[in-house]
Each structure stands twice: as C-alpha cells, then as structure tokens.
C-alpha cells in the first residue's frame, strides 16, 4: 500500500475552453504541480502554459485507466502533487469516479476543484437563464444513448415528457434521434440552440426550433464538441422578472413595500 499522504492527486476542472474560465485554485494547483495529465482532445492546450517548464505532461487521449492510474502512483510514491486536467467541470461526464475509487482503496490523498462545464458557456453565449420564474425551475443534464447507454427510464424521450430545460452533452453526432426523442415531449416550434466549443474562439451558435434544427446543423457542420439547449428559456420573456427583486416582496433583508 502507499503511504498516506507521501503525495497527492488533484482533479482540476479546466473549464469549457476560454483560459480565462479556468479558477483562480485550478490556476495556482497547475503552477506548483510536479505532473499533470491532461485531456488531450478536449483541454484547451493553452492552459497548459500555467504549468511549471519541464514537468512531465501526459495526454490522456491515448491512455486507458489502468495507464492513467499508473502514472497518477507513480508521481505520489515520489512525493509528487499529480494533476489530473478534466475539460469543462470533473464531476459531468469526466469519469472521475473510476479513478477515485482505486486511489482511496490504496490509501491516496486526493481532492477535486470544480471547474465551469460547458453548459453553463453555452447558456451564457446565446445569452439566457435557464431557470426563469413561471417558465422553467428545473435544469436537466443529459446525453443520447450511444455506444455507452443510458438507463431507459433517463432516455431522452421520458426526459422530455417534464418540458424543463435540458443540456445535452455528447450527442449532436445523432441529431435527428435527439430531435425524434425530444418531440415525444417538446412542441415542434420548442427553441433549440446548438453551440459548439463554447467560449473557444472558434466557438459556432445555431439557433432553430425543434423543426428546424437537425437541418441547420447538418448545414453548419457540426458534428462533436457541441452542447444542445432545449426549452422555453431560450425564448424571449420580456417582462418576466422574479420575486427576490419585486418591491412588494418581503425577505430576510428587506421589507416589501405595497404599491
């Protein structure tokens, strides 16, 4: 067994692309770090000029978790702080558990700094909220059954049923299922944004409506590397404005006053 706390593994969230997004702590872990594996296809590789000149980097792209694992012990019986680099937020589809997992049964310190995920870029690149009152209160996270499945009672048409907002990562390589799916539950003229590397600066916006969609995203391109909004928050609700900020509404700091 390793000896407890010799070294230690950090998960770092890198955020959706945009250097800038990444947090001031991923930022100061990065620069003292003595190794870092990073997602090679995914991690902006600008980010990786934070890092010490001369560490050993690893790109995970071509690696399998027992590679991973390899290298991430290897570092820590050397005393080392190992950074293992996730794009957008570690905890979303960045398969963390698996590698977590083996470092506690060997008695590794370890610890995860969260990071902005891409869907919260996407939502702030076509500029909407996903939770406005007396729209929607609830934000689904998601993605279409692939190669990898998905438990049936989370299939994107029993999601769709709830009419909430939706994020779907990992699935615009199949949008004419995603759209399929979705219709079971959204109305056809439901709004639809597709983004693709949010905060990138290739970064690429397609706006339509569940009839429109699959169509203008074939014309576009796009294929990976793209978030799929879905619901009524992406229209326009001009005048809708929430209770914490009504003058009549009364709260903990302030006394609401009757028009």
Same mark, same amino acid.
């Given at each position: ?17 945009? =250097? &800038? ?8 872990? #990065?620069?003292?770090?003595?190794? +870092?594996?990073?997602?090679? @296809? /995914? ?89 406005? =009152? &007396? ?8 993605? #279409?059954?692939?190669?990898?499945? +998905?438990?049936?009672?989370? @299939? /994107? ?89 009504? =003058? &009549? ?11």
């Amino acid at each position: 067994m390793v000896e407890r706390n010799k070294g230690q593994v950090i998960f770092v969230g890198a955020g959706p692309g945009d =250097p &800038e997004l990444l947090t001031l702590k991923g930022k100061r872990v #990065l620069e003292t770090a003595d190794r +870092v594996i990073y997602a090679g @296809s /995914l991690v902006n590789p600008v980010i990786l000029n934070y890092c010490r000149e001369g560490i050993p980097l690893y790109d995970s792209a071509g690696l399998t978790l027992e590679d991973t694992l390899r290298i991430m012990i290897e570092g820590v019986e050397h005393g080392e702080t190992v950074v293992r680099l996730h794009t957008g937020d570690p905890s979303v589809y960045g398969a963390i558990q698996e590698q977590m997992e083996p470092l506690e049964q060997r008695g590794i310190s370890y610890s995860v700094i969260p990071g902005v995920s891409s869907v919260f870029a996407a939502a702030a690149s076509v500029k909407r909220e996903f939770t406005l =009152p &007396e729209v929607s209160q609830t934000v689904i996270l998601t993605r #279409l059954a692939g190669r990898t499945p +998905v438990p049936e009672k989370e @299939s /994107l048409a029993e999601l769709a049923k709830h009419q909430a907002s939706m994020a779907i990562f990992l699935s615009v390589q199949d949008m004419s299922r995603v759209v399929q799916e979705l219709l079971t539950g959204y109305a056809p003229e439901t709004p639809v944004a597709v983004v693709y590397r949010a905060s990138w600066e290739d970064e690429q916006k397609v706006i339509g409506t569940l009839a429109t969609i699959e169509e203008k995203v074939k014309q576009a391109g796009i294929r990976k590397q793209a978030q799929i909004l879905v619901g009524d928050f992406l229209n326009s609700h001009q005048g809708l404005r929430s209770k914490l900020y009504d =003058p &009549e509404f009364s709260h903990e700091y302030r006394l609401g006053q009757k028009s």
